[in-house]
C-alpha cells in the first residue's frame, strides 16, 4: 500500500513541476519552486498548490 501512496506523490509532483515551469515566473524562481517540490516531496506539493506559481496554460 505503501508504494501506492509513493506512486501517487510522485506522479503530483512531477505535474506540480510541470505547472511550474509553464510559468511565467522568472528562471531563479522556477529553480526555487522545482527545488522545493523536488526537495520535500509531500510539503513541497501542499506549499505549491496553496501559494506557489500556476501554469498559464488552461485545459
Do not use: C, H, R
Amino acid at each position: 500500500m505503501e508504494y501506492i501512496f509513493g506512486i501517487i506523490i510522485f506522479v503530483l509532483d512531477i505535474w506540480a513541476i510541470a505547472q511550474v515551469i509553464n510559468t511565467n515566473e522568472s528562471t531563479g524562481t522556477k529553480i526555487l519552486w522545482i527545488a522545493l517540490i523536488a526537495i520535500l516531496p509531500l510539503v513541497g506539493l501542499i506549499i505549491w498548490y496553496f501559494a506557489g506559481p500556476k501554469s498559464n496554460y488552461s485545459a
